[in-house]
């Protein structure tokens, strides 16, 4: 049902990612804890409370406590590693020699699977635009022998979750007068 809430409650300019939020809520491709992990973790990286609580509801079912956890805690890794990171790859220079310095515990014992914890951590990196980091979590995902559907699924997801966050935002914004 909350699905079908935050359906509705797009307007019909985003028609397309009503249709994509259906299709891919009902993907194959990925087990259901790492398609509703990826959901939330989306969800969490594109900051909308209501998207968020929402998806977080549709998906309650596939999600273990634990895992819920470790979908909040690749946002929140990621949240940091990726401003970092994507700093270290844009500036260059020294500042990738120099090791750095943030703890990333929650990368070692995620408290999932290794796998779906670097899939919602790639989501996650590709909203936040963190070029190194998705090159990484992408190589370790086909390390582990995920294929590029699977992949591409969870960036599906993670663009779809943006664009309805963006959306929802972006209804929310005063007209221009």
């Given amino acids: 049902m909350s699905l079908d809430t935050l359906k509705s409650l797009l307007p019909d300019y985003a028609k397309d ?3 994509n939020l259906g299709s891919l809520a009902h993907d194959v491709t990925l087990t259901p804890q790492q398609l509703a992990g990826t959901f939330v973790a989306s969800a969490i990286a594109s900051r909308n409370p209501l998207v968020t609580d929402l998806l977080r509801a549709h998906f309650a079912e596939a999600l273990s406590a634990e895992a819920l956890d470790a979908a909040r805690a690749a946002a929140a890794i990621m949240g940091m590693n990726n401003v970092y990171y994507r700093f270290v790859h844009l500036v260059g220079g020294d500042y990738a020699k120099m090791p750095a310095q943030l703890r990333m515990n929650v990368i070692g014992r995620p408290g999932v699977e290794k796998v779906d914890f670097e899939l919602w951590s790639l989501a ?13 979590h992408e190589h370790a995902l086909r390390k582990a022998g995920l294929t590029t559907e699977q992949i591409q699924t969870a960036v599906r997801v993670a663009a779809t979750v943006h664009g309805v966050a963006v959306t929802l935002d972006g209804a929310k914004a005063p007209a221009a007068t």
Avoid: H, Q, T
């Fill in 124 to 136: 996650v990196s590709a909203i936040n635009g963190c070029g190194m980091c998705m090159e990484s």
């Fill in 17 to 19: 990612l009503k249709l």
